[in-house]
């Protein structure tokens, strides 16, 4: 549907290029109606609502141009506000100008008059300098004798009056430089000739210093004697520090100040105190120990000079200090910081283990408790726990692990030298001696008993206990340690000792008497040990596994080499067994083993229980497995029902006569195993071949390491066993094998006989 709207010209509107923006806007409106227009009026119906929407569009434009209207008119009377005041203020600027120019012009016609009138100034500040001068001539002209005066008064100890001439001299050079500075007259050549006027103050200044600082010095011994002097001296520098506060106060900028100020005498006091300490206490070294051997007595005496000193401070110098010296505490610490430098410095010395033990008792425990710092006389005005610890923490484990090490090192070279000497004693023609129970002995159980005693208990531990319990477990650990060490070189030389007899028998004649000496030696420590800490109330060390090791494997060593200095004279007879002799015993072939058994075993008896006991029972043991051995060693085989039969009975004949021995010897029955002899003995004897398989079961079952290489070799002894029985008798015993009980003692185990020949050898005779 084409339709046009006509609407009405504003007459308000700008001529076409007055507003351009204007226009511009207007024609954006005029099309943005028109659209707006077009898409609601598309349609007849709408039509309809035309007059609706011009009525009310017509009321909102007049609104909007109210509106504007309004603000216009506020934004213009804010102008005609503005312009208002603006001429008011010219108005102002131009009589203010006016009165300006009237005064330039009444400056301009009197300025002969200011110039008359600044020389009339500058004569009136020559006249204020003149008469400054004038009053201070008489004091200037006094200054040789303000000098001469004080130097007297110095030397007769009146400080006081002294001190006064003094602060008078420096007041008047600091009045005089304070004057040229203001007026700015402190040229470098001025300054040279007041210092030069001045020189002889400060001569006098370092005098009067001096003798302060050496008062100061003998402060502990002056309190007692001269108090007024020492208070005198406080005085003085009090007032030093007050007259340096004003001056520091007075100085503007601050870097100017008088020559020699600020004094800080009252920092110089506490500074003349440490040095005197340290050069009283720790300068001057004793003869006791110029050669570098700390002694207790040097720390004795320190402790009482020192503790005599704070008495001093607490009953007389408190009183003549001021209270915000806080003089006591001040001591204290300085007596402190003192001491642990000192100590610092002795811990540069070679010290030995005597020295750093009394140096750790006395820093760790003297030093804190009441016989020093924390005297009842002393508290509660000294904080030994805000002083802290004199060594810190680092330096006392250094002096611990030092002492260790010097106290290892004394224990390491003793015990060295006492094996040695025990050594050279084995080699002695001579017999050991024995103690009151007939017990072979050298010296090393006293010496191991000193072990126990003094480096265990008395010397070390305890004195160790003394120091801190960390000292004690280190030592504790220490000496079990080089127990263990002086163990071990034991054994050394329990083999060497055995090398040495076997290549030359002639130079230890005496070798199975000092082996059992060893052997008691080795009791005596295990008692030491066993008994270590007993009736004591320290809490006994936790003994490592590794040093009873070490004692069970001496112990062994010499059993082993005494039973194999027997076993070498029974090889010999062994290797005759079995024989027909023997058989026959026309060679006396048991008594003589008996015989060397029982020349042996009675040395056993001179060794403490349990030691002999088990000797004997593991000479028994060897005799057991020698004369088994001996009879599987296949050097005969019975031929004859005859010989089986002999075999058996000789066979209990020495199962009976070993157990009778070895009764007499002191062993009990029960704790014998010949039995197994008597048992194999009865396989010798069997004359039903048919049960002799269920006799090796039983035998087998009784004895369960005996293998099957034993059963051949003692079948192949019977002499009239077929192949066919002995392979059944090896066929049930691999069908029924055995096992070990826990608690077995083995018989057959370490027992080796030869191996069985091939069954395709032609023999030894053929084979050669």
Not at 252 to 271: S, V
Not at 407 to 419: G, H, R
Not at 619 to 633: D, F, G, K, P, V
Request: aromatic fraction near 8%.
């Amino acid at each position: 549907m084409g339709m046009s709207v006509k609407e009405e010209e504003d007459p308000a509107s700008p001529k076409d290029g007055e507003w351009p923006e204007a226009a511009k806007a207007e024609q954006l409106a005029r099309g943005a109606a028109l659209k707006w227009a077009s898409g609601v009026f598309c349609r007849a119906g709408k039509l309809e609502g035309l007059a609706q929407y011009w009525v009310r569009e017509t009321q909102r434009n007049s609104s909007i141009q109210s509106r504007i209207k309004s603000t216009l008119q506020s934004y213009l009377d804010g102008v005609s506000m503005g312009l208002e005041q603006l001429r008011s203020a010219i108005t102002d600027l131009q009589r203010v100008q006016k009165e300006l120019g009237s005064i330039q012009q009444d400056l301009a016609s009197n300025a002969i008059s200011f110039q008359n009138l600044q020389r009339i100034q500058e004569v009136m500040v020559e006249h204020a300098q003149l008469g400054s001068v004038v009053q201070r001539l008489p004091k200037l002209f006094s200054v040789p004798q303000l000098f001469s005066e004080s130097l007297d008064l110095l030397r007769s100890d009146h400080l006081l009056e002294a001190h006064a001439r003094l602060m008078e001299l420096e007041s008047l050079q600091s009045d005089i430089l304070f004057q040229l500075r203001n007026r700015n007259l402190l040229s470098p050549e001025h300054l040279a000739s007041v210092q030069s006027y001045f020189g002889g103050l400060l001569e006098l200044n370092d005098a009067l210093a001096q003798h302060l600082w050496h008062i100061v010095g003998h402060g502990t011994k002056l309190v007692s004697e001269d108090p007024a002097l020492f208070v005198s001296a406080l005085r003085i520098i009090e007032r030093e520090e007050g007259i340096d506060a004003a001056l520091l106060q007075r100085a503007r900028p601050p870097d100017f100040l008088p020559p020699g100020r600020p004094k800080c005498w009252r920092q110089k006091f506490f500074q003349v105190i440490q040095d005197s300490i340290v050069a009283a206490h720790f300068k001057a070294v004793p003869g006791s120990i110029q050669d570098h051997h700390l002694t207790r007595e040097y720390l004795a005496s320190l402790q009482s000079s020192i503790r005599t000193e704070l008495h001093i401070v607490k009953d007389l110098m408190v009183q003549c200090c001021p209270p915000h010296y806080n003089i006591f505490m001040t001591f204290a610490t300085m007596y402190h910081q003192s001491l642990a430098n000192h100590l610092h410095h002795l811990l540069t010395w070679d010290l030995d283990k005597q020295e750093i033990f009394a140096l750790l008792h006395w820093t760790l425990h003297v030093y804190p408790s009441s016989e020093m710092m924390a005297h009842p006389d002393l508290l509660p005005e000294v904080d030994t726990s805000a002083l802290g610890p004199l060594l810190p923490l680092d330096k006392i484990e250094y002096l611990e692990d030092t002492y260790l090490e010097k106290v290892q090192a004394s224990i390491s070279e003793w015990m060295q030298k006492t094996l040695a000497l025990e050594f050279k004693e084995w080699f002695s023609k001579e017999e050991p001696e024995s103690d009151y129970q007939g017990c072979f002995q050298t010296s090393l159980p006293n010496i191991i008993m000193k072990v126990r005693t003094c480096l265990m208990l008395d010397e070390n531990i305890q004195i160790a206990s003394l120091i801190s319990d960390t000292l004690r477990e280190k030592m504790c650990n220490m000496t079990l340690g080089e127990l263990e060490t002086f163990l071990g070189s034991l054994y050394e030389d329990l083999v060497e000792f055995a090398t040495e007899h076997q290549q030359e028998p002639k130079a230890s004649k005496c070798y199975t008497q000092y082996l059992l000496s060893a052997l008691n030696n080795c009791l005596a420590l295990s008692a030491s040990l066993s008994a270590l800490y007993s009736g004591s109330s320290l809490e006994p060390p936790k003994v490592p596994p590794s040093l009873d090791l070490a004692l069970e494997k001496v112990q062994k060593k010499a059993c082993r080499l005494l039973l194999k200095e027997m076993l070498e004279e029974l090889k010999p007879l062994f290797k005759q067994l079995p024989s027909h002799q023997w058989l026959s015993d026309e060679s006396q072939l048991m008594s003589s083993i008996c015989a060397v058994i029982e020349k042996h075993a009675k040395y056993f008896c001179r060794t403490r229980e349990p030691t002999s006991t088990h000797l004997l029972s593991e000479t028994e043991h060897l005799i057991r497995s020698q004369y088994l051995r001996a009879l599987l060693q296949k050097r005969m085989v019975c031929q004859r029902m005859e010989e089986r039969r002999q075999m058996a009975s000789r066979m209990l004949q020495d199962a009976s006569q070993f157990k009778e021995l070895f009764c007499n010897l002191g062993l009990e029955e029960d704790k014998q195993t010949f039995k197994v002899i008597a048992d194999l003995q009865e396989l010798i004897s069997l004359k039903d071949h048919s049960i002799l398989i269920l006799e090796v079961l039983g035998f087998v079952t009784k004895y369960p390491d005996v293998s099957d290489d034993h059963i051949s070799m003692l079948l192949d002894l019977r002499g009239d066993i077929s192949k066919e029985i002995h392979k059944n008798v090896l066929e049930v015993m691999a069908q029924n094998p055995q096992v070990l009980p826990e608690n077995y003692e083995p018989i057959f185990s370490n027992i080796l006989v030869p191996a069985p020949e091939p069954p395709f050898c032609l023999g030894k005779s053929k084979c050669a």
